[in-house]
């Protein structure tokens, strides 16, 4: 199914090999329409057509390199054009601009920091829409809100082309690893056609429904994770002042029922106060801005969000913003010594 979804590629490209788990394997594809799929069943299926990828920050690069490694044929575009640089090492082609790209390609998926920088490369001058045509496809894999979603998708759709909005679960380890959550939605058969590209890039896919639906679960999953680590936080400071040590804390934490891959991973650089970045602040801090609009939507209060938030919006205003969202615990310290003075 993909390969013949792929017509109109100008070479075929190799069979992909999966990448960072175990030894190169012929890609699986699942024929079937299922919301997630972990380990992917169903024939060999060779994968045809050119990929384009807008965004190597963080999370965009190691997800273009794991399609690059897997055998596909990926032109790259970055603002900042040295980032390209080990895409093109890897055999990446390169565009100057998203237009560029989306009009040499036949899908081009985008990793951008927020709903202001996913529209601009979407839809602004330059843009991939001016590149697109029937026939291609769009994919927004960044964290951005519904309605900013809603209006990339009909920018892309208004020009024949096809769009899936794909947030992901995982941060940068899983995403080197090839071992992302795909929270997809929109355009179904777009969908099933870039299935072997999600699954090279990730573990398991949803598919979700309407435009709009993949950004709700994925604030949704983000707000939870930042009250959560706002509340760890809380509690290695208090384990500490109280004469506990705060490693024996997230020992006794990662044995339990509130255990979780987080707190482990965390916990140990938090506690010598190392915020090496995964996931950086400022894009959780804007998770939390966006959960809080999408929860007032539907006017239901989310009052530990609401909290949370403001810490993060203190730990911006501390220098923070680009550290790994885990240096939230500092806004704390900061709020525990004005508290004492
Ligand atoms: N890091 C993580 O753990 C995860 C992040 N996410 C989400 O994925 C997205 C990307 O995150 P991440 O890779 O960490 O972020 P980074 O900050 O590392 O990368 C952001 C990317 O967006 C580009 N960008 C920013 N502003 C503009 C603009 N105005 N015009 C064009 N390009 C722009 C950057 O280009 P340049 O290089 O020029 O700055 C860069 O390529 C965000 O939406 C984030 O919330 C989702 C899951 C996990
Ligand atoms: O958006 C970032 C999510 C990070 C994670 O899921 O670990």
Not at 171 to 183: H, M
Not at 333 to 341: L, P, T
């Amino acid at each position: 199914m993909a390969a013949a979804a792929f017509l109109g590629a100008s070479r075929a490209a190799p069979a992909l090999l999966l990448p960072s788990r175990g030894l190169p394997r012929r890609l699986l594809v699942s024929a079937a329409s299922s919301s997630s799929s972990s380990g992917a069943a169903g024939g060999v299926v060779e994968f045809q057509g050119k990929v384009g990828f807008l965004g190597l920050g963080i999370m965009g690069a190691p997800m273009a390199s794991n399609l690059i490694k897997a055998g596909c044929d990926v032109t790259v575009w970055n603002r900042t054009k040295s980032k390209c640089d080990p895409l093109l090492s890897l055999g990446a082609k390169y565009e100057p601009s998203p237009a560029g790209v989306a009009s040499s390609c036949d899908v081009t998926f985008a990793m951008l920091a927020d709903p202001q920088s996913a529209a601009e490369v979407a839809c602004g001058a330059n843009g991939a829409a001016e590149g697109l045509a029937p026939g291609k496809g769009y994919v927004d894999v960044s964290t951005v809100d519904g309605a900013t979603s809603k209006l990339i998708g009909e920018h892309i759709t208004s020009t024949g082309a096809s769009f899936l909005e794909a947030p992901v679960s995982g941060s940068k380890k899983p995403a080197e690893d090839g071992l992302l959550i795909f929270l997809t939605a929109g355009d179904e058969s777009l969908y099933k056609r870039v299935a072997p590209l999600l699954d090279v890039m990730g573990k398991s896919r949803f598919y979700l429904g309407d435009v709009g639906n993949g950004a709700a679960m994925k604030l949704v999953v983000n707000m939870v994770m930042g009250s959560m680590m706002v509340s760890f936080s809380e509690g290695l400071l208090l384990s500490e002042k109280v004469g506990l040590d705060p490693n024996t804390l997230v020992e006794v934490i990662s044995q339990g029922a509130i255990s979780a891959p987080m707190f482990s991973l965390k916990g140990p650089s938090m506690v010598k106060a190392a915020y090496p970045t995964a996931f950086p602040l400022k894009h959780q801090q804007k998770d939390l801005r966006l959960a809080l609009a999408l929860a007032e939507s539907v006017s239901q209060p989310i009052p530990t969000v609401a909290a949370a938030n403001e810490l993060y919006k203190a730990a911006k205003s501390l220098g923070l913003a680009d550290h790994d969202f885990s240096a939230v615990i500092e806004a704390l310290k900061a709020k525990v010594e004005n508290s004492q003075q």
